[in-house]
């Protein structure tokens, strides 16, 4: 498949980015491309607004998986490109359009090239939130193709075009969302003896979380908690009744995530107290850590040392991904993959450079062809 279609493909993609579980027009889009491929060796399932491909090897000893994520984000583009987001509100500004255009890219050259051992594609929903990863496992379609190692990347912008980045073990954090109610008294501005205030027990609340990290943490052990939102209240001269914080937590060691959790419960029970107020929590979609195969991880450096590709020998980064489910059942892999934009992930602004969708299908077909031997 030439470069123009692939881009063209991977344009229309980001014209249309969807939340998770509602990527209805990006699955039909993927679906009539995946149409248009020979369809003789190849079996296309869907598993809600996801799409798994299975095509047939030629002499089959096990099945290769390839994971894509295609939900996109809720935030507003702000990259003022002629494809930009269709969406008002939504943009792929976590490069999964990416994901999907290298995927169906690889697919392509894999049909045409057929090589020995079977191979599943996974266009995987909802990696954002609330994780497509874990019930994708749990479902009958994909015990049927079920593979014996697992592959995928994520694109780095902060590294240049043609770097593949990787590393044994832990790449990417355990995860929880964070979403707090608090819920007090509201009343007069001017009368504030009279009410309990959610703005300001919220706004005590986010700073002393901090201290979590700071102060409880072992600073040898990581841990990232993050306020990115805040709301409560109504009107300027109303002393808010209730207020909401949401965010997420970040930690290396899945003990650490126990630790923070924990350490919140308590903070909650003080705050009730101090506050006169109450308070509920909510964990929402929690992630396993990302944890890659040393095997694999040497086959895949071998595999690219002899190319053109510079390897990048990655730390571990806080980011989550419920790919971490797959490699917790299945062996395998996620690498970054470099695409040279000023702007990083879950930035408004962020621009991957289109010719590292070349350099990721280039990585994953070594990579294939690595595990024919
Ligand atoms: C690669 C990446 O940016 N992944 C997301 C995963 C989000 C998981 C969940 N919604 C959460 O916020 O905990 C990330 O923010 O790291």
């Known amino acids: 498949m030439q470069s123009e279609e692939l881009i063209h493909i991977r344009r229309a993609l980001h014209q249309i980015p969807e939340l998770g579980f509602e990527e209805f027009e990006t699955q039909k889009y993927l679906l009539a491309e995946i149409e248009k491929l020979d369809q003789t060796n190849l079996i296309v399932e869907t598993w809600k607004t996801g799409i798994l491909v299975f095509l047939k090897g030629k002499s089959p000893q096990k099945t290769i998986g390839y994971r894509a994520d295609i939900d996109g984000l809720p935030i507003k583009e702000e990259t003022n490109l002629p494809f930009s987001s269709n969406h008002p509100g939504k943009m792929h500004a976590c490069g999964h359009d990416f994901h999907m255009t290298i995927a169906f890219g690889l697919l392509a050259k894999m049909v045409e090239n057929r090589?020995?051992?079977?191979?599943?594609?996974?266009?995987q929903p909802a990696e954002e939130g609330p994780g497509g990863a874990k019930p994708l496992?749990?479902?009958?379609?994909?015990?049927?193709?079920?593979?014996?190692?697992?592959?995928?990347l994520h694109v780095a912008p902060e590294l240049p075009t043609g770097s593949i980045s990787c590393k044994p073990g832990i790449l990417f954090a355990n995860t929880s969302e964070l979403f707090i109610d608090f819920k007090g008294k509201?009343?007069?501005?001017?009368?504030?003896?009279?009410?309990k205030d959610m703005i300001v027990a919220a706004?005590?609340?986010?700073?002393?979380?901090?201290q979590i990290v700071s102060r409880?943490?072992?600073?040898?052990?990581s841990a990232v908690v993050t306020i990115g939102k805040i709301t409560g209240g109504t009107v300027q001269n109303v002393i808010a009744e209730e207020a909401r914080i949401e965010g997420t937590?970040?930690?290396?060691?899945?003990?650490?995530?126990?630790?923070?959790?924990?350490?919140?419960?308590?903070?909650?029970?003080?705050?009730?107290?101090?506050?006169d107020c109450s308070i509920q929590v909510d964990y929402g979609a929690n992630y396993y850590q990302v944890s890659n195969d040393k095997k694999y991880v040497d086959i895949f450096r071998d595999a690219l040392n002899s190319s053109d590709l510079n390897w990048v020998e990655a730390r571990e980064a806080m980011t989550g991904e419920d790919f971490g489910y797959f490699l917790k059942e299945i062996p395998g892999l996620m690498f970054w993959l470099g695409i040279n934009s000023e702007f990083g992930l879950h930035h408004s602004k962020l621009n991957p450079d289109e010719k590292a969708i070349n350099v990721g299908i280039s990585a994953g077909e070594k990579m294939i062809a690595a595990l024919e031997e």
């Open 115 to 123: 090589p020995q051992n079977n191979l599943l594609f996974i266009f």
């Open 137 to 152: 496992l749990e479902s009958d379609v994909f015990k049927l193709y079920e593979p014996d190692i697992i592959l995928a």
């Open 203 to 210: 706004s005590a609340f986010v700073t002393q979380l901090q």
């Open 216 to 221: 409880k943490v072992n600073p040898l052990d």
């Open 249 to 275: 937590i970040r930690t290396l060691q899945p003990e650490t995530m126990i630790q923070v959790k924990k350490e919140l419960q308590n903070m909650v029970q003080g705050f009730e107290s101090i506050y």
């Open 186 to 195: 509201g009343g007069h501005a001017a009368y504030p003896h009279l009410t």
